[in-house]
């Protein structure tokens, strides 16, 4: 019976600490729909995609014009080069949002105002002629 009891007080509490990073996660991140939105209504929006070069040019996923591009192992010691957007939105891109999530977390860690987009550039490309 106690082995029993311990399996599910694990469960419970993996479950507890799963929605718990969840929620924190969310709050800085953005859907794709968000981001077209933000790219058509603010003009000082800042969109940095965190692939590796090679993968802009991916022919399937290519790369939204206008991005910068600091690849997520670079970026702590790049952060500088984001010092005159530290004002700005700046919206974290990468090819399915896990990288672009670490990304997030370290800018908005560093004083960045900065959103992870969720489902990256698969996500973008797929809704990319929805209609509404």
């Known amino acids: ?62 790369h939204i014009d206008g991005v910068l591009n600091i690849p997520l192992p670079e970026l702590e010691k790049r952060l500088s080069e984001l ?6 939105d700046i919206a974290v891109i990468c090819r399915s949002g896990r990288r672009s999530g670490i990304a997030t977390d370290l800018l908005v860690k560093n004083g960045f105002n900065a959103v992870n987009v969720l489902g990256g550039m698969v996500q973008y490309r797929a809704t990319e002629n929805k209609t509404e």
Do not use: W
């Open 1 to 62: 019976m106690n082995s029993i009891n311990f399996i599910f007080i694990s469960i419970i509490l993996s479950a507890v600490n799963f929605v718990g990073c969840a929620q924190t996660a969310d709050e800085n991140a953005i859907t794709v729909d968000q981001l077209r939105e933000m790219m058509g209504n603010d003009s000082n929006l800042v969109l940095l995609d965190v692939r590796n070069p090679y993968e802009l040019e991916d022919k399937s996923l290519g």
């Open 83 to 88: 010092d005159e957007f530290k004002d700005k």
